[in-house]
């Protein structure tokens, strides 16, 4: 399959390239020439399949032989090892637990699945290689995660010291075993810098098989898609219309159910719900793109003030705003009302739900609101509660139940090498890093 970048139609690269450069040279982000749809009759047997049987069915249309079918079916195997279920609140509206991965957030699908993609695409390189991965938190500990073990790769994640929670840096330091966690003395962009200079250094470089694990990488937004045709599956009934809220930062999720539509998932609606950071709802109410600095929110992991998937949303409707505002719906929220969805979702349905599923929520009864029908309405819960237990337990009293797989990384010691953020001391890490 043939791979788009967003700056320019023409400039194509095959889907093995787009996975290991990540970025197009021009800037741009990767997107396939041609969106393969499915027949009508595929939604009429979906529910009788497997969540592994669906992916494989979504994957190879994005793939087809770049990868044989005997392997991508294994690739996919390792990558779900566990669900994605829907729990419905009422019998209208569900939310699709997106938790259930070892670092108990939604980010664990797409770094499990372009860990494996890399590592089948480099299967016959003879040199090791080596993932550098600035991280504020989350996604350095789903990346992390999702190499952890995986033959001829190691990986070296770098975050700021002391501005990380607990919780995250006992994930990000916790694994060992080819993962190896550097606390830089100074900020996350400190840390970003000094990736980026690494990946610069023409004598790193002649040394080292460094590669990036950007979250833009195409693989990581494919396995995205899979979990929305699963969740269309598990619905008992089709006769209503289906609308999915997601709550977004960079809208890499989002863009992973817009692609799952183009390919022909019968949904009424997508709603790009977001927390102060509004860009995304300032474009759908006014058609004007303005990026923003982040605002910081108790919903963190969507503070994000200019979303780098903006540019494959509008490219995938061919840069048509009405197109856009058809299906998409986008509206923000603060934090107390964050925080009322979280107690109020608690005392209507007994369910406890994280800030950034609550934000969902709020988008989903506004649209509920403004547009009455007759809808099977999907929230993506994208982290699980306990991630965020002190905003949890005091909005709702309640105690969140830690899962084990989270316990176990609390428990375990911290192995972290601190280094400055002065470049030729990363240099010298590096050097001699084995
Ligand atoms: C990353 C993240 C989001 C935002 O997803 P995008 O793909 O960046 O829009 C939402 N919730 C959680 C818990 C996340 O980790």
């Known amino acids: 399959m043939q791979y788009y970048s967003t700056n320019n139609k023409n400039n194509l690269v095959t889907f093995r390239d787009a996975v290991l450069k990540g970025i197009a040279e021009d800037g ?34 994005f793939i087809e032989e770049e990868i044989p079918e005997k392997d991508l079916k294994i690739l996919i195997n390792e990558t779900l090892t566990f669900p994605a279920p829907i729990v419905p609140l009422n019998e209208n509206i569900y939310v699709l637990e997106l938790f259930h991965g070892p670092t108990l957030a939604f980010k664990d699908f797409g770094a499990r699945f372009m860990a494996k993609t890399l590592s089948y695409f480099l299967r016959n390189e003879d040199k090791e290689v080596l993932i550098l991965v600035a991280t504020s938190g989350d996604t350095g500990s789903a990346v992390a995660n999702g190499f952890y073990n995986v033959e001829g790769i190691k990986v070296v994640l770098l975050y700021p010291s002391g501005k990380v929670s607990k919780i995250q840096e006992q994930q990000l330091t916790t694994l060992y075993g080819n993962i190896t ?11 970003q810098k000094l990736v980026k200079q690494a990946f610069a250094d023409k004598e790193l470089n002649k040394i080292k098989n460094l590669t990036s694990a950007n979250s833009i990488n195409i693989a990581r937004l494919i396995p995205q898609s899979f979990y929305y045709f699963n969740a269309y599956a598990q619905l008992k009934n089709k006769d209503k219309e289906v609308i999915f809220s997601v709550p977004s930062g960079n809208l890499g999720n989002l863009t992973g159910g817009l692609l799952a539509y183009k390919m022909g998932l019968p949904v009424a609606k997508y709603i790009g719900a977001c927390n102060a950071n509004n860009v995304l709802p300032h474009y759908i109410s006014s058609g004007e793109f303005i990026a923003e600095p982040s605002v910081k929110t108790i919903s963190n992991a969507m503070d994000v003030g200019n979303p780098s998937n903006f540019a494959r949303v509008v490219s995938l409707f061919q840069n048509d705003y009405n197109l856009i505002k058809k299906v998409l719906f986008s509206q923000s929220y603060s934090d107390d009302e964050t925080r009322k969805a979280m107690s109020e979702i608690n005392k209507r349905y007994g369910y406890v739900i994280d800030p950034h599923g609550a934000v969902g929520y709020l988008a989903l009864n506004e649209y509920l609101n403004t547009h009455p ?25 309640k105690t969140v139940q830690m899962p084990d797989r989270l316990k176990v990384s609390l428990e375990k010691p911290k192995h972290s090498i601190k280094l400055s953020k002065d470049f030729d001391d990363f240099k010298l890490f590096l050097q001699e890093f084995k």
């Open 28 to 61: 741009g982000l990767f997107l396939p020439v041609e969106i393969k749809t499915f027949s009508n009759e595929f939604f009429k047997y979906i529910s009788s399949l497997s969540f592994q049987a669906i992916a494989f069915e979504v994957a190879r249309r």
């Open 373 to 397: 029908g007759n809808y099977h309405s999907i929230i993506l819960e994208t982290a699980h509660p306990a991630k965020f237990s002190d905003e949890v337990e005091k909005v709702t009293g």
């Open 181 to 191: 966690a550097l606390e830089i003395d100074g900020t996350f962009d400190d840390c």
